[in-house]
């Protein structure tokens, strides 16, 4: 009993260091430590790539890459610029494409994100391709994994354990804490979490690829040809993702202000993009005129 008491003061103490996300500010407790997570995260990603056949296609692989590389730099800049620059060295990025024919995507703590061959086939553009990396990039940048494990922590110690958590302490930690542990072990706490997660990352993502040049509004035509691909249809309350409809509600809700205030990010991006593409045509024509 004693033991146990000291194991829960112990856990108690680390409620003093609740954070917020960057980009949305939503209030966030971490029971456990990033060292922890890293460490953790990184073992499994290891394990899974030894395993995964890393995709034969260049140039979407290159693909994946180049707009990864280019999220990275763009998130990185963000921290640095709003005072976050001790998050910048959690990050070691790697974006890979792997052989599978599921239509998925994946990220690790640490910046560790894999895409799927499937995937790629509903893939028409960088920009779309930067919706769904963006959409990773974030869940790693809001540190969903720590929260999700903290949450599996207060799961596990119970509605009687989190009083005694919360005990002496102010009253807005116990509302986040009590926000964390609702009714029930899991459609309660879990997959509302899960979808709370899924639809911040989806804003943060959009906020993420306009920084990185990206046209945000992309969005919503690719969720759409996600939708499309999908034949099943999962219960909102029994899923860990937010419905199609509510996804492409939420997001159109999001995008006119981010259209607004990235718009300098969003319009030199397409600006490169159209100098790329003309530089592209200019070399063919010169190049068609020496032959001749």
Same mark, same amino acid.
């Given at each position: *009993?004693?033991?146990?008491? @000291?194991? $829960?003061?112990?856990?108690?103490?680390?409620?003093?260091?609740?954070?917020?996300?960057? $980009?949305?500010?939503? /209030?966030? @407790? +971490?029971?456990?430590?990033?060292?922890?997570?890293?460490?953790?995260?990184?073992?499994? =990603?290891?394990? #899974?790539?030894?395993?995964?056949?890393?995709?034969?296609?260049?140039?979407?692989?290159?693909?994946?890459?180049?707009?990864?590389?280019?999220?990275?730099?763009?998130?990185?800049? #963000?921290?640095?610029? +709003?005072?976050?620059?001790?998050?910048?060295?959690?990050?070691?990025?790697?974006?890979?494409?792997?052989?599978? +024919?599921?239509?998925?995507?994946?990220?690790?703590?640490?910046?560790?994100?894999?895409?799927?061959?499937?995937? %790629?086939?509903?893939?028409?553009?960088?920009?779309?391709?930067?919706?769904?990396?963006?959409?990773?990039?974030?869940?790693?940048?809001?540190?969903?994994?720590?929260?999700?494990?903290?949450?599996?922590?207060?799961?596990? =110690?119970?509605?009687?354990?989190?009083?005694?958590?919360?005990?002496?302490?102010?009253?807005?930690?116990?509302?986040?804490?009590?926000?964390? #542990?609702?009714?029930?072990?899991?459609?309660?706490?879990?997959?509302?979490?899960?979808?709370?997660?899924?639809?911040?990352?989806?804003? %943060?993502?959009?906020?993420? *690829?306009?920084?990185?040049? #990206?046209?945000?509004?992309?969005?919503?035509?690719?969720?759409?040809? %996600?939708?499309?691909?999908?034949?099943?249809?999962?219960?909102?309350? %029994?899923?860990?993702?937010?419905?199609?409809?509510?996804? *492409?509600?939420? $997001?159109?809700?999001?995008?006119?202000? $981010?259209?607004?205030?990235?718009?300098?990010?969003?319009?030199?991006?397409?600006?490169?993009?159209?100098?790329?593409?003309?530089?592209?045509?200019?070399?063919?024509? /010169?190049?068609?005129?020496?032959?001749?």
């Amino acid at each position: *009993m004693k033991k146990s008491l @000291l194991l $829960i003061a112990g856990a108690a103490m680390l409620l003093d260091s609740c954070g917020s996300v960057p $980009i949305t500010g939503r /209030k966030q @407790l +971490n029971l456990v430590s990033d060292s922890e997570v890293l460490q953790s995260s990184l073992t499994q =990603y290891k394990s #899974y790539m030894s395993s995964a056949t890393i995709s034969g296609e260049k140039a979407q692989s290159e693909q994946v890459a180049r707009v990864g590389k280019k999220l990275a730099a763009a998130t990185e800049a #963000y921290l640095k610029a +709003n005072g976050l620059e001790a998050e910048v060295q959690n990050f070691q990025w790697e974006f890979n494409l792997v052989k599978n +024919n599921e239509i998925n995507a994946f990220c690790m703590p640490g910046g560790k994100i894999v895409v799927y061959e499937g995937l %790629m086939k509903l893939v028409a553009s960088d920009d779309e391709l930067a919706v769904v990396l963006g959409h990773e990039v974030a869940h790693a940048v809001a540190k969903h994994s720590n929260e999700r494990m903290s949450q599996q922590v207060l799961a596990q =110690y119970g509605a009687q354990a989190v009083g005694i958590f919360t005990q002496g302490k102010s009253a807005a930690t116990q509302q986040i804490v009590n926000q964390v #542990y609702g009714l029930g072990a899991n459609y309660g706490v879990m997959l509302p979490f899960s979808r709370k997660h899924e639809s911040e990352a989806d804003k %943060m993502g959009l906020v993420l *690829m306009s920084l990185a040049g #990206y046209n945000p509004r992309t969005a919503l035509t690719f969720w759409q040809k %996600m939708a499309s691909s999908s034949t099943a249809k999962t219960p909102e309350f %029994m899923s860990d993702h937010p419905s199609d409809a509510k996804r *492409m509600a939420d $997001i159109e809700k999001e995008l006119p202000a $981010i259209e607004k205030e990235y718009a300098s990010y969003i319009n030199a991006g397409k600006k490169t993009t159209t100098t790329t593409t003309t530089t592209k045509k200019t070399t063919t024509k /010169k190049s068609t005129s020496k032959k001749k």
